[in-house]
């Protein structure tokens, strides 16, 4: 762990504003990433609360999707990625060699920039996650588990009379809320979404952002989101990265209205992008 940081507990304002302390889901201390010879996030550490909205946000580049993939190990995939420090899921090394990674990703699910629904039915697409993690007993389990899936995703009632049509037969935002489905499908406990409304028109942007709103009663959410309004709609906690470091992290409101950094203050008073 990095010498001097000093991290306090989250605390998070509940949707009537008033502070409420949250457990903390995710603790990393002293992450670096390098891609080759790259250093591209420098010494973080940070506190993720339980069960509420943790935007990131900063300008491109700066390391918030590199960042996001270490929670759930998506930089595994990527060769020249080396990951150091530690990252503790509920006290637990994710980073562990004895780590199962099919698992951990199970537990914290992704949501992307584009959405990417199978190329397979709305049941399919649903189904698929439950089926291969063994978590439906029976047919019936599995009829059970897509449809609640698709209602906490709030697709339910667009869907239900034609769920062995293709995925991709939806709109951007109807794929989008399908993505969500499967995600919360096998029982997250951490969902991670990467700018997950970049593809999508106002509207639908409205309805996603409602829906992590009310998936925050259940789930731990990260968001990166280079826009700065929908971190403050969204999230009650927000931390800016800046150049591959982080900066600054805490409430949403305090960060937006009276931030410490002079960097965060800069980019939010919008000095530069
Ligand atoms: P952000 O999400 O804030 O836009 P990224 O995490 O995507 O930033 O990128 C941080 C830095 O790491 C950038 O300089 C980017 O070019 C670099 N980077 C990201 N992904 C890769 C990769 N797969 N290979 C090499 N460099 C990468």
Redesign the pocket.
């Known amino acids: 762990m990095a010498q001097g940081v000093k991290i306090s507990a989250p605390v998070v304002s509940n949707a009537h504003g008033s502070a409420t302390s949250k457990r903390c889901k995710i603790q990393t201390r002293g992450v670096n990433v390098y891609?080759?010879d790259?250093h591209?996030?420098h010494d973080v550490s940070v506190d993720i609360a339980e069960k509420s909205v943790t935007a990131f946000i900063?300008?491109?580049?700066?390391?918030?999707?590199?960042?996001l993939r270490c929670i759930n190990r998506m930089n595994d995939t990527?060769p020249?990625?080396r990951v150091d420090g530690k990252i503790e899921l509920d006290g637990q090394d994710i980073y562990d060699r004895g780590l199962d990674v099919v698992q951990l990703r199970a537990r914290v699910g992704m949501v992307f920039q584009k959405p990417n629904p199978f190329a397979k039915t709305i049941f399919e697409n649903v189904a698929y996650g439950p089926r291969i993690h063994g978590l439906a007993r029976s047919g019936t389990d599995l009829n059970g588990i897509v449809e609640t899936s698709l209602r906490k995703a709030g697709l339910w009632e667009e869907v239900k009379d034609r769920l062995n049509q293709p995925g991709t037969g939806l709109s951007g935002g109807q794929q989008q809320r399908l993505c969500i489905a499967r995600a919360i499908a096998v029982e997250p406990e951490v969902i991670l979404m990467d700018e997950p409304c970049s593809a999508l028109d106002p509207i639908a942007t409205a309805r996603i952002e409602e829906l992590i709103d009310e998936l925050r009663e259940n789930f731990t959410i990260i968001i990166?989101t280079h826009s700065m309004q929908q971190a403050a709609r969204v999230s009650q906690r927000t931390a800016f990265?800046h150049l591959?470091k982080l900066v600054e992290e805490g409430a949403t409101e305090q960060i937006f209205t009276n931030p410490h950094d002079k960097r965060t203050q800069d980019y939010i008073t919008g000095r530069f992008g």
């Open positions: 891609y080759g790259k591209a996030l900063g300008p491109s580049g700066c390391g918030k999707s590199t960042f990527i020249i990625a990166v990265f591959g």
